[in-house]
């Protein structure tokens, strides 16, 4: 039997735009590094959402679960900083916390 103690899920999602690339690839080399770092520094999982076929905008979405909603707080608190400080620029960023009870 699993624990009683209620699991967050976090998710968040932003929009980055690069309005000076001029191709896809391009655009990869700035979107990808950035996917990757968030994996390696983070406990999170990443995935390129949306805008995939646009070389001036894409959207990236995290997620992560834990027993412990303030850390997830600060783990999306230090994600969103991070992308921030990232050559694409970051124009729009969500996030939400969903507490799930296991019975």
Known sequence: ML???????????ARLETPWVKSLKEKRSII???TEKLKNRFPVS???LNGLDNHHWEEIGLSV???DKLWLEQ???????FI???SAVLVQSEQSIERWDIS
């Open 3 to 13: 624990g009683s103690s209620p699991i967050y899920i976090a998710v968040y999602i």
């Open 32 to 34: 990808k590094p950035i």
């Open 46 to 48: 990443v995935a390129r």
């Open 65 to 67: 679960i834990s027993y």
């Open 75 to 81: 783990v999306l608190i230090d994600c969103d900083k």
């Open 84 to 86: 921030a400080g990232q």
